[in-house]
Nanobody, 114 residues
Framework: QVQLVESGGGLVQPGGSLRLSCAASGGIVTIYSMGWYRQAPGKQRELVALIGGGGTTNYGDSVKGRFTISRDNAKNTVYLQMNSLKPEDTAVYYC????????WGQGTQVTVSS
């Protein structure tokens, strides 16, 4: 059974940084893409960043230049380095992987507030 375990969320002041991690386990053979989405209260879930198997990346417009996605294929882990955080980045962040199917993590809360 595939499991995604996220970590790294928390409370940070505006301008600060956080690093999210998401480790996949449970018999995964091939991961085609890994990514992060977020959902703020009252809003739809939106793309934050994606990374393909070859390392190609794609970012949501609101995070370009501030967030960086990376992956460690040996560990089946995806990371999201978030810098220059703003209050509008406050949301629950979910990781997603595309393998034999699509799998979602349980979500981790990121709160940006002074």
């Amino acid at each position: 059974q595939v499991q995604l375990v996220e970590s790294g969320g928390g409370l940070v002041q505006p301008g600060g940084s956080l690093r999210l991690s998401c480790a996949a386990s449970g018999g995964i053979v091939t991961i085609y893409s890994m990514g992060w989405y977020r959902q703020a209260p009252g809003k739809q879930r939106e793309l934050v960043a994606l990374i393909g198997g070859g390392g190609t990346t794609n970012y949501g417009d609101s995070v370009k230049g501030r967030f960086t996605i990376s992956r460690d294929n040996a560990k089946n882990t995806v990371y999201l380095q978030m810098n220059s955080l703003k209050p509008e980045d406050t949301a629950v962040y979910y990781c997603r992987i595309v393998s034999s199917s699509v799998y979602w993590g349980q979500g981790t809360q990121v709160t940006v507030s002074s």
